[in-house]
């Protein structure tokens, strides 16, 4: 059975549903389908789309290029970001409003790059 689907964006696909007729007395019943209720039946959702897109971005990620810039990623900002949470605490913000959280933010940012100017003097 194929069926058009409408995502809240807007965005159109084509899912193809595939289903068994009768699950009751199969003996990999258990290990196929996860709902509990005893007329249930295994059903497949298959977005041949999707499943293109993914793959694409499985190769893009696994090519020469991918690995090196994913190698950058952690480099760049997220190590910035777990130092400021993990080593300074900083979980909330203490100021309301944007101005005033761009300000204690960038507080934030100028005690990291101290400390990192710190330890590469000392």
């Not at 194929?2 to 159109?12: H, I, L, S, V």
């Not at 196929?32 to 709902?35: M, Q, R, T």
């Not at 940012?109 to 003097?121: L, P, S, T």
């Given at each position: ?14 899912l ?5 007729l009768?699950c ?7 290990r196929?389908?996860?709902?509990e ?23 893009n990620?696994?090519s020469?290029?991918?690995l090196k810039?994913?190698?950058?990623r ?7 970001f777990g ?16 101005e ?23």
């Open positions: 059975m194929c069926t058009n689907a409408r995502a809240n964006n807007g965005y159109r696909s084509v193809r549903v595939y289903e068994c009768n009751s007395g199969c003996p990999q019943r258990d196929c389908v996860k709902s209720k005893p007329f249930t039946n295994r059903r497949i959702n298959i977005n041949r789309k999707l499943n293109a897109l993914k793959e694409q971005a499985r190769q990620l696994c020469e290029e991918g810039m994913r190698s950058l952690p480099v760049e900002v997220e190590s910035v130092d400021i949470k993990g080593n300074f605490g900083m979980r909330r913000f203490l100021l309301k409003g944007l005033k959280v761009k300000i204690e933010w960038g507080l934030h940012c100028i005690a990291h790059n101290m400390r990192k100017i710190a330890v590469m003097m000392g």
